[in-house]
């Protein structure tokens, strides 16, 4: 085993410094290992070994040092696999076993970033044997030369991206001859000429060669001077145009990062392509967390409706479902939540919805459908609803306000609590209908029992959160910091991280004090939403709760427990699975 002076082996002065990486990493002071295998096939599931490992570390065009060793894989080498790399049983019977080879290998690659070619089947291989001696494996940035050439090499150059064609476009010094040393040092000049390559096209740093794309035009990579004024740090990114006019809003847990992207790597969304052609600037919101962030984000969509985000952009165009206050309670679809003491369903991103799920309760309960305002006492003609047995018809005086009373009791409760009766109703009928292969009306009352189903769970898990007055909770995050928020009536009113050696009861009621004030009322002061987001995370393991105001529930015998059966996404186009026949 051959390994470079151990002089060579300490790590550069960028290296001790990888997260100060305001700029990028200029590829001149990045250290590259780059490494070859030879094994005894070519899959490690079918059992396949290592027979051989080479490696070359280079910086800034010179190499630093070399590792060869031939590997005892303790199985015969096939021998079309002896004829193809020259190593055969022989050869490797008094050579190391992988269980010293790849520690050595490790300790020659630390710090570097892992170059191969195709780089999956290299580094997978080396993954594989690692795990299998419980080796804990280094957090690698791994580079591959096939994928890079691809972007690089044309086919007018070279009719394949293989390590001996691509040796040949750029003379590489060193012949592959399916040995594992020198396909490192061909592998290293192929590397070094794809840089020089693309030094031409400004790329400069680690990162814009890892993200490089051919997709990428010119002018388009030429914009990522936008990004240099933003922070490591999550927050909220808004794309510009020439006017000021916000043409984006997106979030990230690395804003510069994040940003940099979408001029050095390809996009394949049509919009967004189209939108940075366009843009001319990027202002970024940095946030105390993530979930702030992502707050954040869907107000300024709200706020400003940039014409490249396809979702959040319209919260207000959303429609509910009323239990109306009157002598005869109806159900409407409206399009606002009213100061009234009406009961409320959703809400429903679009009309239709609301709809399907109006109809699956009317379906259910006899409730009058008639827009009419009624009186206690009225003296009309029944509809044709009420003579097929739909309408209980307070219009004519069949009902008295008791009786009419117990089934908007009924459909409250449905509403807000209990939702089985229409559930096992429209089961019936479900099973009905399957029984007469009259699968198309199956499909129709499924599809409306999924859209209450789910505006009921909505409703059922949002409506406790926005009827507390304060919830304050706090978790270990990823990075081990405190986060903590303030969330009042289901609204995100502060949000912060803990620092080092505070006092964080102090910092807590230094927040809360800090906090928005978010007033009360029937109308919730955050869109669905934004609740939602703020749900999933008090939701997360590990977060505990530091004070609750009010009292937040939800009802065990709740549409919860009937989502993943009826408004799971799959049963949208089977009518079999509506009907539970397969």
Request: hydrophobic letters at 40%; charged letters at 25%; glycine letters at 8%.
């Amino acid at each position: 085993m051959t390994t470079e002076a151990p002089e060579l082996v300490r790590p550069t002065r960028w290296e001790a410094q990888r997260g100060f990486d305001d700029l990028g990493r200029p590829l001149h002071g990045v250290t590259f290992c780059v490494v070859d295998l030879e094994t005894t096939g070519g899959s490690v599931r079918d059992g396949d070994r290592i027979t051989e490992i080479g490696a070359v570390k280079v910086r800034g065009g010179e190499v630093l040092g070399e590792f060869q060793t031939l590997v005892n894989p303790h199985q015969p080498i096939p021998p079309f696999i002896a004829v193809l790399t020259g190593i055969t049983t022989a050869m490797v019977a008094d050579a190391p076993r992988i269980d010293s080879a790849l520690p050595a290998f490790l300790e020659f690659a630390a710090g570097s970033v892992l170059v191969a070619h195709n780089a999956r089947f290299d580094v997978g291989f080396l993954r594989h044997f690692a795990a299998d001696q419980e080796l804990v494996w280094p957090d690698f940035e791994v580079l591959d030369t096939v994928k890079l050439a691809r972007h690089v090499v044309s086919r007018e150059e070279s009719r394949d991206h293989k390590l001996s064609s691509l040796a040949r476009v750029f003379g590489a010094t060193t012949t592959p001859n399916h040995r594992a040393l020198a396909d490192a040092r061909a592998t290293v000049d192929v590397l070094h000429g794809l840089i020089g390559r693309l030094g031409g096209l400004g790329v400069h740093t680690l990162e814009d060669l890892q993200s490089y794309s051919a997709k990428v035009a010119a002018p388009q990579r030429r914009k990522r001077h936008l990004a240099d004024h933003l922070p490591h740090a999550p927050g909220v990114y808004l794309f510009k145009d020439s006017g000021d006019r916000v043409l984006y809003v997106g979030t990230s847990k690395d804003l510069r990062k994040r940003v940099r992207s979408y001029f050095t790597a390809s996009e394949t969304r049509t919009r967004i392509g189209e939108m940075v052609r366009i843009a001319e600037a990027v202002t970024g919101l940095t946030c105390a967390t993530p979930l702030e962030a992502e707050v954040r984000e869907l107000r300024l969509i709200a706020e400003h409706k940039p014409p490249y985000n396809r979702r959040s952009r319209h919260p207000e165009k959303v429609s509910y479902l009323k239990l109306t206050r009157e002598a005869w309670p109806r159900l409407s679809v409206v399009r606002r939540v009213a100061d009234d003491q009406a009961d409320y369903l959703g809400p429903f991103s679009s009309r239709s919805a609301a709809e399907a799920s109006l109809a699956a309760l009317h379906e259910v309960f006899p409730l009058r459908q008639c827009t009419d305002r009624l009186g206690r006492t009225t003296h009309r003609s029944p509809c044709a609803l009420a003579e097929l047995g739909r309408c209980l018809s307070p219009c004519d005086g069949s009902v008295d306000e008791l009786t009419y009373g117990a089934v908007v009791r009924q459909v409250r409760d449905a509403l807000v609590a209990r939702p089985e009766q229409v559930v096992e109703a429209i089961e019936h009928k479900l099973s009905a209908l399957a029984a007469e292969e009259r699968f198309e009306e199956a499909a129709a009352h499924r599809d409306r029992l999924a859209a209450f189903v789910r505006a009921a769970a909505r409703t059922q898990r949002l409506g406790p959160l926005v009827e507390c007055p304060e919830i304050v909770a706090a978790r270990r995050e990823d990075d081990g910091r405190w986060a903590v928020h303030v969330v009042r009536h289901g609204r995100l009113a502060a949000a912060g991280v803990i620092p080092s050696g505070m006092d964080a009861t102090r910092y807590v009621e230094d927040l809360r004090a800090s906090a928005e004030t978010v007033p009360s009322g029937t109308k919730p002061p955050a869109t669905a939403e934004e609740s939602e987001r703020i749900l999933a995370w008090l939701e997360r393991p590990g977060v505990r709760l530091v004070e609750v105001e009010g009292a937040w529930t939800c009802p065990v015998t709740g549409a919860g427990r009937h989502l993943e059966r009826w408004a799971a996404p799959a049963l949208g186009r089977d009518p079999a699975a509506a009907t539970g026949r397969s």
